[in-house]
């Protein structure tokens, strides 16, 4: 497999109330082109601060050391990308952020914002672009999609409005889409509806996903590679099965009995699969 992207030695300060904050150190990660990764950690192991330095969506303010570098030919332009250069063009990396309603503008229609992703970043006249969205709205399975068109977020429910915001981020057909908590603040059988969709559509297009949770559980069930996160620092990076069944790290082994803790439901069935 070729690397998609690799990122060499991140390390990423905040300042707050003028002290700095370590919010990740020394972060070494391959991403491959067409894998399924998990980014996984407690609240505040850095987990966001990874998938928007790899976005280029960090704050200016943020000390940025280190590098991560894209594989030539992997993306339409930037084939070396250094941490502090800005962010990369929205047309290569989707983002899907946990409340679509921050990404969502209220006062606009779900089909005009996503046309005017298509028309802003493809280049496409404003009717190819709104048929384009028409086929976006199809894509996420939208109910009624004719009607979700002219629909204002606010006339949708939390799922509908993470269709959409996928929709969105989907829009240009990048390589790499970034789920940043996509799925925490639905409901579980929403969830699971999200994430397969997720699933189906990263299948489809041929991306490369990264998908950042704090639930262990869910990221073994769409990752087949998972990296955790610590305090800033990546501890163990593997695949799935082997995170799942032989941990090298108590971290990891904690994050798992907290699920085992809570849900009854085996992650692995007896022949090993992830159930
Ligand atoms: N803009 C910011 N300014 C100052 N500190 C920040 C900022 N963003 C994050 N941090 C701090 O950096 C550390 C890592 O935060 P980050 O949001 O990346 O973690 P996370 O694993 O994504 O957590 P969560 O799941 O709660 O979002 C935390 O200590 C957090 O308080």
Redesign the pocket.
Request: aromatic content about 6%; hydrophobic content about 20%; charged content about 20%.
């Given at each position: 497999m070729t690397a998609l992207l690799s990122i060499r030695d991140l390390s990423v300060r905040?300042r707050?109330d003028g002290a700095e904050?370590a919010?990740l150190n020394g972060v070494s990660l391959e991403v491959e082109a067409g894998e399924r990764l998990a980014i996984i950690?407690e609240?505040?192991?850095?987990?966001?601060?990874l998938a928007l330095a790899i976005a280029g969506l960090l704050?200016r303010s943020a000390k940025i050391g280190g590098t991560i570098e894209w594989s030539a030919g992997q993306l339409q332009s930037s084939h070396s990308f250094k941490t502090s250069a800005g962010p990369l063009l929205g047309r290569d990396i989707g983002f899907v952020f946990q409340d679509p309603s921050s990404s969502l503008d209220p006062v606009m229609t779900v089909g005009k914002q996503i046309a005017e992703v298509v028309n802003t970043h493809l280049g496409l006249g404003w009717s190819q672009s709104l048929a384009r969205a028409k086929t976006l709205v199809e894509r996420v399975r939208l109910p009624d999609p004719q009607a979700a068109l002219r629909a204002y977020p606010h006339q949708l429910s939390g799922g509908q409005k993470q269709r959409v915001a996928i929709a969105a981020a989907i829009a240009t057909a990048p390589k790499l889409l970034i789920a940043d908590?996509a799925t925490s603040a639905l409901d579980t059988i929403v969830q699971a509806e999200i994430v397969a969709l997720i699933r189906r559509l990263v299948a489809e297009d041929g991306m490369t996903l990264i998908f950042i949770s704090?639930d262990i559980a869910l990221a073994a069930t769409l990752a087949e590679r998972i990296a955790v996160l610590r305090h800033g620092e990546l501890v163990e990076v593997g695949a799935t099965e082997k995170i799942i069944n032989a941990p090298r790290q108590a971290y990891t082994r904690a994050l798992l009995d907290a699920h085992l803790g809570l849900d009854a439901e085996p992650l692995l069935d007896r022949q090993g699969a992830l159930t």
């Open positions: 905040y707050r904050v919010a950690g609240s505040g192991s850095g987990k966001s601060t704050a908590e704090h």
